[in-house]
């Protein structure tokens, strides 16, 4: 059994969300999954954040990692964001409430400095 199917991320979660099955409506699915799937398993300390929907842009899940590496995927709904995080075993927070962390801030303005950024 591969770590997408662990995860409920494989090809049947791919069906099985077309049809609108599972408690959560639609899972994540597609290129989005997968990267947040590996981003999750390969990486250590890894926090889930929950952006909620705007007039811009639909709900996004954040993943940010122990040494403050993030990335940010679209999600169907705040409840997909959360299964996601349950089923891989991460804590998972309303970024409304609790903001981000200041490790993801420290390592984009690392970033920044390294690409010679301001």
Do not use: C
Not at 64 to 70: I, L
Not at 77 to 82: E, G, K, L, S, Y
Not at 102 to 112: D, F, G, I, N, V
């Amino acid at each position: 059994m591969g770590l997408f199917s662990r995860l409920g991320l494989g090809r049947s979660a791919s069906r099985a969300s077309s049809r609108g099955s599972g408690r959560g409506g639609r899972r994540p699915t597609g290129p989005d999954s997968a990267h947040l799937a590996e981003f999750a398993a390969t990486r250590t300390g890894v926090e889930a954040y929950v952006e909620p929907a705007t007039n811009v842009t639909p709900t996004t899940l954040v993943l940010v990692a122990q040494d403050g590496e993030w990335t940010r995927r679209r999600v169907p709904d705040p409840a997909t964001a959360r299964d996601f995080a349950r089923r891989t075993g991460i804590p998972v927070y309303d970024v409304n409430l609790t903001g981000y962390p200041q490790r993801m801030r420290e390592w984009t303005a690392r970033k920044r400095r390294e690409e010679g950024g301001a």
